[in-house]
C-alpha cells in the first residue's frame, strides 16, 4: 500500500513565524504536492513537484516556498505565517506526470492554527 | 482558475435513501475523478472517467461523466452509514487537478 506521511496532525503557531511542514511518501512516486483545504473552496494547489529539484506553482503560491531535496520527501514552508493562512494542509503523491489522471494518494494532512 | 461546483454543499438522509451529487463546470477536462474524504484523513480515489458520456459503477455507486466532459454525476443507491463522508470532484485540465467545493454526506442509520 502507499503510503504518505505528514509529520504533524495539528500544529499551533504565530504570526511572523516560519512554518515547515513535512511530507513523506514510499513509494518512489516521481510527483509531489501540496493543497489546502477550506470550507466551501474545495482543494486548491499551492505547488507540486515532478521531481527532485523540480518546482511548480500552483493557483495559491503567495506567501509559501517548497524544497524537494529529496525524491521521497516535499517540503511546505510558510516563510512568515498569517491567520489568513490557518487552514488544513494536504500532501498528496502520484505515479507518473498527470496526463491520463493516475491516481493521487494523500496524506492524513496537518490542520494548522495562525494565532 | 477552473472552478467546479458542487451540489448540493450538504446532504443528510436517512439510510436506504437514494441520492445524486453533482459537479458542475463551464470548462472542459479530459478527465474526471471522484474522491471521497472521511473525518480527520485524506481523500480517497473512487474512481476516474475520461470519456464523455462514460458511465462508471462501483457496487451501489454510479459515476456519470457528461457528454461534454464538463459536468459528472454521482449517484449512491440504497446509502448505508458507512457512505457518509466529503465527496469530491476533481477535473484534469492541463497539467492539473482543480478540486470542487465538494459535498458533505451524512446517512443517517
Known amino acids: 500500500d502507499v503510503k504518505v506521511t505528514q509529520s504533524s496532525r495539528y500544529l499551533v503557531k504565530r504570526t511572523g513565524e516560519k512554518v515547515f511542514l513535512e511530507c513523506v511518501q514510499d513509494?518512489?512516486?516521481?510527483?509531489m504536492f501540496w493543497y489546502r483545504q477550506d470550507p466551501g473552496l474545495g482543494l486548491r494547489l499551492i505547488y507540486f513537484?515532478?521531481?527532485?529539484?523540480?518546482?511548480e506553482k500552483g493557483d495559491i503560491p503567495e506567501g509559501y516556498s517548497v524544497s524537494r531535496e529529496k525524491k521521497e520527501r516535499f517540503s511546505l514552508i510558510l516563510e512568515s505565517a498569517s491567520t489568513n493562512q490557518t487552514s488544513m494542509y494536504l500532501c498528496a503523491s502520484s505515479l507518473a506526470y498527470l496526463l491520463g489522471g493516475e491516481t493521487q494518494y494523500f496524506g492524513p494532512g496537518t490542520r494548522l492554527l495562525v494565532l | 482558475t477552473q472552478l467546479l461546483e458542487q451540489s448540493p454543499q450538504f446532504l443528510s438522509i436517512q439510510e436506504g435513501e437514494n441520492l445524486t451529487v453533482y459537479c458542475n463546470s463551464s470548462?472542459?477536462?479530459?478527465?474526471l475523478q471522484w474522491y471521497r474524504q472521511e473525518p480527520g484523513e485524506g481523500p480517497v480515489l473512487l474512481v476516474t472517467v475520461v470519456t464523455g458520456g462514460e458511465v462508471k459503477k462501483l457496487k451501489r455507486l454510479t459515476f456519470q461523466f457528461g457528454d461534454a466532459r464538463k459536468d459528472s454525476s454521482l449517484h449512491i443507491t440504497a446509502a448505508q452509514p458507512g457512505d457518509t463522508g466529503l465527496y469530491l470532484c476533481a477535473g484534469l485540465t492541463g497539467n492539473q487537478f482543480y478540486f470542487g467545493t465538494g459535498t458533505s454526506l451524512t446517512v443517517i442509520p
Open positions: 470548462s472542459v477536462f479530459s478527465s
Open positions: 513537484s515532478y521531481d527532485v529539484k523540480m518546482k
Open positions: 513509494m518512489d512516486h516521481e510527483n
